[in-house]
T-cell receptor, first 111, second 116 residues
Framework: RKEVEQDPGPFNVPEGATVAFNCTYS??????FFWYRQDCRKEPKLLMS???SGNEDGRFTAQLNRASQYISLLIRDSKLSDSATYLC????????????FGAGTRLFVKA | GAVVSQHPSRVICKSGTSVKIECRSL??????MFWYRQFPKQSLMLMAT???????TYEQGVEKDKFLINHASLTLSTLTVTSAHPEDSSFYIC????WGGGETQYFGPGTRLLVL
């Protein structure tokens, strides 16, 4: 089992749709959580950090449930430009700092 | 946000040659940089953690003699792929933590290596 698991995707949605991505992590020592976005043949770029209290940035809402070891990302009113791969990323500091990437979920938003 | 550069962005080389990739943090000091590799349709896999002034820490299965890492200064780390083979063809990405800004990692634009 992978340490960080995501929905396999791909998600194909029309413009304006709401789409939700899920992510689970297995190491309870994980301490910080992020969603990154990666466009084709480009480097990952930070989308947002994820907190237990939940956080929102425009059309994007991220949530962390530490008890369930579950992270979510909600995208409202999808745009064509949201098409990308979304990476769930977890940091832990057991035996040294380490960042673990999920395999990513591909999103295609269609007109 | 913090900026990380990588050079070259793309390299094509013959099998058996060595390739050096540079990673620089442009507007902050990075005591630790990370080197990742990404094969098509796969996620990023950490290869090694580069520590300024000390030896790099390699992940299991990554040959330290093949992937030489040097962290010469607080703003520069280099990865040298020695005696490259076609199976080393991949997307190599570095990242650096901005210690002043928490645990966020900032990624370089990546280097696409093709070994013929």
């Amino acid at each position: 089992r992978k340490e960080v698991e995501q929905d396999p995707g791909p998600f194909n949605v029309p413009e304006g749709a709401t789409v939700a991505f899920n992510c689970t992590y297995s190491n309870s020592a994980s301490q910080s959580f992020f969603w990154y976005r990666q466009d084709c043949r480009k480097e990952p770029k930070l989308l947002m950090s994820v907190y237990s209290s939940g956080n929102e940035d425009g059309r994007f809402t991220a949530q962390l449930n530490r008890a369930s070891q579950y992270i979510s990302l909600l995208i409202r009113d999808s745009k064509l430009s949201d098409s990308a791969t979304y990476l769930c990323v977890v940091n832990r500091n057991t035996g040294g700092f380490k960042t673990i990437f999920g395999a990513g979920t591909r999103l295609f938003v269609k007109a | 946000g913090a900026v990380v550069s990588q050079h070259p962005s793309r390299v094509i080389c013959k099998s058996g040659t060595s390739v050096k990739i540079e990673c620089r943090s442009l507007d902050f000091q990075a005591t630790t940089m990370f080197w990742y590799r990404q094969f098509p349709k796969q996620s990023l896999m950490l290869m090694a953690t580069s520590n300024e002034g000390s030896k790099a820490t390699y992940e299991q299965g990554v040959e330290k003699d093949k992937f030489l890492i040097n962290h010469a200064s607080l703003t520069l780390s280099t990865l040298t792929v020695t005696s490259a083979h076609p199976e080393d063809s991949s997307f190599y990405i570095c990242s650096a933590r901005d210690w002043g800004g928490g645990e966020t990692q900032y990624f370089g634009p990546g280097t696409r290596l093709l070994v013929l």
